[in-house]
């Protein structure tokens, strides 16, 4: 079959591949602790799940507005502005089926063919990809371990043109759990108003997930509210994966260019899961707040036990979910590290390269488990990577 050239341009997410490796195995007999997927591990708290199946109950079953409900766009919007210091309208909101809607529609609205655009590096796969599906030349900014695993923001703001249409920023970020300092965020926008042009897609899909410091949204900073999409969903801070709820925060002349992507794609959200996106903004937070507990005391955990292993180091994340540990002491590639964690100590865990070139050298695990599955994970990890060392040739 011939398809069109275009879809050489489109990448995928190693991390469902990994997955379909690891239950390969669990086919097989193998006992594998999952550490690739970037899921939480909790369910859906009670009260939404009740507010979806009453939703439906109720006739929830037919199209909503392609925008969303202005129940829910009311709801997101009062959210935001709350939690960012920066008043948002309903008219501002578009509710999508997921977060990376987001990602895709605002990439496609926005850049045309040659089109720079200047994303993080480790950074989500799905930037780069959409860069160059929609014609767009990615330019990646390294995320530096040696600062933290924050940008380096004097070469992002020189690599800011006349050909650049887009800057896309995560923070906190995946997959290094690293987050942006107000002061590198207020270089950023200062350098972004100097060019007309320039828009910031900023993912913060993990803006509740920040374990130290405050988050602070560009979008907040002067100037910025009308040059930034701020990208958000359910998925994360409320366990809501399969429910495919996520919504964009957008400058108001562009929202009615992603609705019409939106109508040409998906038609509209499914709207039982838009009256659980009510619930959610508005009900109890208190499950919302103990995972982010839980998620945190994992972080500790994990960190100190892979600092422990020879040959690899780990800095603390700041926020989400993930753990992006240098393996460069093990003298093996990030590729080798993820199949020998896989194949022989039962561990699923992605190369950093899965996240970009820059990803070399260091590995991500998803600390969405089990203090039980992650305290066993790195028992093997540790017995594993000592006994390749110890059988390894000496280096010369």
Sequence with gaps: MEFARRMDQLGTETAFEVLARAKALEAQGRAIVHLEIGEPDFPTPANIIEAGCRALRDGATHYTPAPGIPELRAAIAHDASVRRGVEFSVEDVVVTPGGKPIMFYAILA????????????????????????AGGQPLPAQVEEARGFSLDVEKLCDAIGPRTRLVILNSPHNPTGGALARADLERVA???????????????????????????????????????????GFSKIYAMTGWRLGYGLCPRELVAPITRLMINSNSCTAAFTQWAGVEALTGPQEAAEAMVAE???????????????????????????????????????????????????????????????????????????????IELALTHIHATLSARAATAPPTR
Excluded at 110 to 133: A, H
Excluded at 336 to 365: K, N, S
């Design 110 to 133: 926005l850049v045309d063919e040659g089109d720079e655009v200047i994303y993080p590096n480790p950074g989500f796969p799905i930037y780069e990809s959409m860069i160059q599906f």
């Design 190 to 232: 200062a350098a972004v108003q100097r060019h007309p042009r320039v828009l910031v897609l900023a993912d913060e899909i993990y803006s509740r997930m920040l374990y130290e410091g405050e988050h602070v949204s560009i979008a907040s900073l002067p100037g910025m509210r009308e040059r930034t999409i701020v990208l958000d």
């Design 295 to 373: 998620f945190h005391r994992r972080r500790d955990r994990i960190v100190a036990g892979l600092n422990a292993i020879p040959g690899v180091t780990c800095r603390m994340p700041r926020g989400a979910f993930y753990a992006f540990p240098n393996i460069t002491g093990t003298g093996l590639t990030s590729r080798e590290v993820a199949d020998l964690l896989l194949y022989e100590a039962g561990v699923a865990a992605l190369a950093g390269t899965a996240f970009g070139a820059f990803g070399e050298g260091y590995i991500r695990l998803s600390y969405a488990n089990s203090i039980e599955q």
